[in-house]
């Protein structure tokens, strides 16, 4: 039995929802239509997906196994769409994506002297955005920042560097050489939505401040209202008289991997991900920007 992924598309509608009448809506057909699309999955699957009571709908343990299988095929399938859709114009391109900070020029310019017929275009991804930007097939091959729920990808690790916090420049420790987790014990944090990527254990208790994007981190560090944490190349692409940034030795360093759709197939990403692996040093070093410069023109050099 193959799956219809029509079928799974109306099921992940419904489940996000967890209304038929909302999620008909947004797919655009009718109810009844929508119910009986569920009810022939659920004959192809030979198992429930959802309980329909007086209190409303909910998944069932069948239900919640499928909604997380259900991303990967369907943003597979979206892939899929996409690549066939560009090569039909006839183009040769790969899109690199990057977390912020990451130089992604040195493995460029190594895989473009390899094949000067392909049009290499960069997309930057937030935390939030890396895995599904990547399943999607918005981006070929990209940069990401651990931790990433590595489900559907393939995950190749390049190199870590070293965590700096970011400190508004009037405060205490804003001018130290370094400072320890313990030094930062208690400060209020500024962070992603998901608590669980941030890398200290030692925040302040009403610690809540959610950010998405490096810039709205920093605006809110220099405006005193929380410390944050970066990597340090990051430092090097967002230099500001208004904040300070202070390694911190005994945090576990940034950890950086190269990633892809496990499903994809692609001699172009096979060979920026050999690109990526022999230039990684370069780019480790990429957070002394005089480096960057050096790799740069040492890299586009002919020969």
């Known amino acids: 039995m193959d799956l219809d992924l029509r079928k799974l598309r ?143 990808l393939r995950l190749t690790p390049l190199y870590t560097e070293p965590l700096m916090v970011v400190l508004p420049t009037d405060h205490p420790l804003a001018h130290k050489e370094e400072v320890t987790e313990a030094d930062l014990a208690g400060e209020p944090l500024v962070w992603h939505a998901d608590a669980s990527t ?28 929380g410390i944050s944490f970066v990597g340090r190349s990051e430092t090097v692409f967002y230099s500001r008289p208004d904040i300070s940034y202070v390694p911190v030795t005994d945090l576990a360093p940034d950890q950086v991997y190269l990633a892809m759709a496990a499903s994809r197939a692609s001699p172009l990403a096979d060979d920026f991900f050999a690109a990526a692996r022999a230039t990684a040093e370069i780019t480790a070093e990429c957070g002394n920007y005089e480096m960057w410069r050096l790799a740069d023109e040492t890299i586009s050099q002919p020969g």
Request: net charge neutral; hydrophobic share 45%.
């Open 10 to 152: 109306y099921f992940a509608t419904v489940a996000d929802r967890l209304h038929f009448g909302r999620a008909a809506e947004e797919l655009h057909i009718a109810q009844p239509v929508l119910s009986r699309q569920i009810r022939a999955l659920e004959k192809d699957l030979g198992a429930a997906l959802f309980t329909r009571d007086s209190h409303g709908v909910a998944l069932t343990d069948a239900g919640r196994q499928l909604l997380e299988d259900a991303g990967p095929l369907l943003a597979s399938a979206h892939a899929v769409r996409r690549r066939v859709a560009v090569a039909a114009f006839g183009s040769r391109r790969l899109v690199v994506g990057f977390r912020s900070g990451i130089p992604v020029i040195p493995a460029t310019r190594a895989f473009e002297a390899q094949h000067p017929d392909v049009v290499v275009d960069v997309q930057r991804m937030e935390w939030d955005d890396q895995a599904p930007m990547l399943l999607d097939g918005r981006v070929d091959v990209g940069y990401v920042r651990l931790p990433i729920d590595g489900t559907g």
């Open 198 to 225: 941030q890398p200290t254990s030692r925040p302040h208790p009403d610690s809540g401040l959610r950010v998405r994007g490096v810039e709205e981190k920093l605006e809110h560090v220099a405006a005193g209202r």
